[in-house]
C-alpha cells in the first residue's frame, strides 16, 4: 500500500465513521476506484480505532461516570435507579448482537460481503430506510427514556453494519428514529454504543494488519489522520443534527449509490 493511499483512507475514515453514509463502504470505493485494490476489513477495522480514541476523548466525562455508576451500583440501589446505571448497561446489552455475529459471519464480512455490488445496493436501501425514519419517527423521546427493548434493537440494528455499506451509526440512527428518539438522542448513543464493538474489532484484528501490505507506520499514520480528522466531526454533527434533518445524508447515500451501481454496470470498476 502506497503513503498516498494511506492518508487518503485515514482522511476517508475520519470523515465518514461518524455520518451516517458507512465508512467501511467509502473505504472500500475509495480504495477499489483509484487504487485498484481492496484495503480490506483488517484495515478497516484498526482505522477505526482512531475515530473511537476520539469518541473516548471528546465523550471522556460522560464515559468516566458511566463506567462509576455501573461498577456503584453493583453495591448501591440507590444507585441502581439512576440514568446513568441503566445507560451503562444499555451499552453492554446493545454490543451483545453485533459481537456474536461478527464471530459467526467474520469469513463473509472479510470476503463476499466486500463486493462493491452488494455495498452499492445497501447504501441506497438503507438509504431509503434513513429518510424514512426522519419521514415518520416522532422524534419525541430523549436518550433517558431507552429501555432495555430499545437497546437490544438498536444494537441488532448497529449488527447490521457488519456490513460494508450499511453504516454503524446509519444503522443505529434509523432505528433509533423509528422508535421515536430524537436525532441527538440518537447520534450520542450511536455513539456510545460503538465504542466496546468498534475497539474490540480493532485490537482483534490487529495481527492482520501486517499480514497484507501495509506496514505498521502507515497503520499507525492512517490511525493517527483518522483520530483528527474524526475528532472535528463528532462537534460537527451533533451540532447538525440539533438543527437539521438528515435527508442530505439520504440523498447523498442514494446518489453514490446509483453511481457506483452505473460505474459497475459498464465495468469502469471491478466489483471484488
Not at 148 to 170: C, H, T, W, Y
Request: net charge positive.
Amino acid at each position: 500500500m502506497s503513503w498516498l493511499e494511506v492518508v487518503i483512507l485515514g482522511l476517508v475514515q475520519g470523515l465518514t465513521e461518524f455520518l451516517p453514509i458507512s465508512s467501511s463502504g467509502h473505504l472500500r470505493i475509495v480504495s477499489g476506484i483509484f487504487f485498484g485494490n481492496d484495503p480490506g476489513a483488517a484495515f478497516t477495522a484498526v482505522s477505526q480505532l482512531g475515530t473511537e480514541l476520539a469518541v473516548l476523548i471528546y465523550f471522556a466525562k460522560d464515559i468516566g461516570r458511566l463506567v462509576k455508576t455501573w461498577f456503584l451500583g453493583f453495591r448501591d440501589p440507590e444507585v441502581r435507579a439512576t440514568p446513568d446505571y441503566r445507560m451503562a448497561w444499555l451499552v453492554i446489552i446493545g454490543t451483545i448482537p453485533i459481537g456474536v455475529l461478527g464471530v459467526i459471519f467474520q469469513n463473509s464480512i472479510e470476503t463476499v460481503a466486500r463486493n462493491l455490488w452488494l455495498i452499492a445496493v445497501t447504501l441506497i436501501v438503507f438509504g431509503v430506510l434513513l429518510g424514512l425514519a426522519e419521514r415518520y419517527g416522532t422524534q419525541r423521546r430523549p436518550v433517558e427514556e431507552l429501555t432495555v427493548k430499545d437497546g437490544i434493537l438498536l444494537g441488532l440494528a448497529q449488527a447490521l453494519a457488519l456490513i460494508p455499506g450499511v453504516s454503524r451509526s446509519g444503522g443505529t440512527i434509523t432505528a433509533g428514529l423509528f422508535l421515536g428518539l430524537t436525532r441527538p438522542a440518537a447520534v450520542r448513543y450511536s455513539f456510545l454504543l460503538a465504542i466496546p464493538a468498534v475497539v474490540a474489532a480493532g485490537v482483534f484484528q490487529l495481527k492482520d494488519v501486517t499480514a497484507g501490505d501495509t506496514s505498521v507506520p502507515q497503520m499507525v499514520v492512517a490511525t493517527v489522520i483518522a483520530f483528527v480528522v474524526g475528532y472535528a466531526i463528532i462537534a460537527w454533527l451533533l451540532k447538525f443534527v440539533e438543527r437539521n434533518s438528515v435527508y442530505v445524508f439520504v440523498a447523498y447515500r442514494i446518489a453514490l449509490g446509483v453511481a457506483l451501481l452505473a460505474a459497475l454496470s459498464i465495468g469502469a470498476v471491478s466489483a471484488t
